[in-house]
């Protein structure tokens, strides 16, 4: 198994400021454990989850 190393850290870091934007939510107090354990019911990450149900929605909304 790869060692997790700085070098690695550095290339995660330079491709997550690359490719990636970062969006922060406030949550109500609480609730992000249950939304967390309701993901993985469903086999997701949260962030998977809340992409994943805003593209559904935009493809409704598009299709009206």
């Given at each position: 198994m790869a060692k997790y190393d700085e070098k690695?850290?550095?290339r995660t870091?330079?491709?997550?400021k690359?490719?990636?934007d970062k969006l922060t939510l406030n949550l109500p107090k609480?609730?992000?454990d249950e939304y967390k354990?309701?993901?993985n019911r469903k086999g997701k990450s949260l962030t998977n989850l809340?992409?994943?149900l805003i593209?559904?929605?935009m493809k409704n909304t598009?299709?009206?």
């Open positions: 690695s850290k550095e870091m330079k491709y997550m690359e490719k990636r609480g609730k992000k354990e309701h993901a809340i992409v994943d593209e559904d929605d598009n299709n009206q």
